[in-house]
């Protein structure tokens, strides 16, 4: 009994020893992910990796790289050579639909073609006979979402090329731009559903989509995807900025740029890197536009607020503003109660700023085919202040069904976008 109850207390004293002597793991510091403008000349790669730092996305047409690094050592990157400024990577969402449902009329084989009242409500289908045909693989419309249902009935012909930027890499692996989510085959759908016999059709039923998934199956997505995302926008299916050398991009029968960047999604931060990758875009003539945000905020958000971007807010089927859209957009279009594609070769109703944006897209893209048709070019974007038929901007801005008070307002903007008065301004 002794022996036992010494092994015992024995025992005791090792197990408190183990617990007391044990030694501590060492925790790992967190890791971010920060956006960091360069100048790529003097930038020491070398003393990123030193701080535990490792590049994931290096960007090719503005000089910044996005950096994983443990938060304890931002401070240190600071002062890395080459450093200019420093930025945390920020998330934007998609601005889904509130009223999502499918109608009780429809099914997905249903035989016949709908127009849906937003496609009807700015008459497009008044200029699809000028138009038809107008994309020649020359106007493209880059959307920007949560990727695609690429075979859907509706869509498939006018998906002309798929990529993925989630997490950074950049995937034409069909199943990595499949949309799980759905919100981006709606947008797609009222862009550019094909004017056929089943479903819905789209604004302009004959353009060419860049499918770019940007955003996750849940809506959601980094702004260093998303500029990785409008990068890949103006690089095109080829890689190649500019192949024939000849400085123009936009409009360009041998480049393969996009001609417009539709983006229904945004966040509720300012980015240094985010702009620039957006002015390149600019500069480079690609029309910019982007959901106003559904907030019922002041003002819209990132990056529909930045002036080189046409803001999108959303209206309803009697022309009011819907109670969600953030005011000062620059236009206004149909946004509630939209029908239009959706995964498994269905169709769905939402509402959002999200589904006011597509509207807008398509009647720039019908502009600029139209305008291309005739003249073999395609028209300056321009500015939120043009008030002339010189350019895209304008063009919608003096076309638009001026509602609210005379001239812009915070409510509709210029007013609602109409595409016949708008390509017929465009080729005169």
Known sequence: MRLKALFGALLAILVVASLVFKPAIAQQPE???VIVMIDKNSFDEKAVQGLGGQIKIRYKLIPAVVIEIPENAIEKLKSVKGVKKIELDKIAYAYPGNGRGRPPWYTPTQPSQVIPW?????????????????????IEVAVLDTGVD????????????????????VSTDPADWYDGNGHGTHVIGTIAALNNDIGVVGVAPNVEIYAIKVLDDRGSGTYSDIMLGIEQALLGPDGVLDADGDGIIVGDPDDDAAEVISMS?????????LHDMIITAYNYGVVIVAAAGNEAADQPSYPAIYPEVIAVGATNSTDGVAWFSNLQPEVAAPGVDILSTYPDDSYETLSGTSMATPHVSGVVALIQA????????VLPVGTFDDLTTDTVRGILHVTADDLGDTGWDIYYGYGIVRADLAVQAAIG
Do not use: C, E, M, Q
């Open 31 to 33: 890791k971010v992910k």
């Open 118 to 138: 937003g496609i009807d409500r700015i008459n497009a289908p008044d200029v699809w006979n000028i138009t038809t045909g107008a994309s020649n693989g020359v």
């Open 150 to 169: 690429w075979d859907h009935p509706d869509l498939a012909a006018n998906i002309a090329w798929g990529v993925s930027t989630i997490g950074g890499v």
């Open 265 to 273: 999604l945004g966040g509720s931060v300012d980015d240094t890197a």
């Open 370 to 377: 139209a305008y291309y048709n005739k003249y073999g070019t």
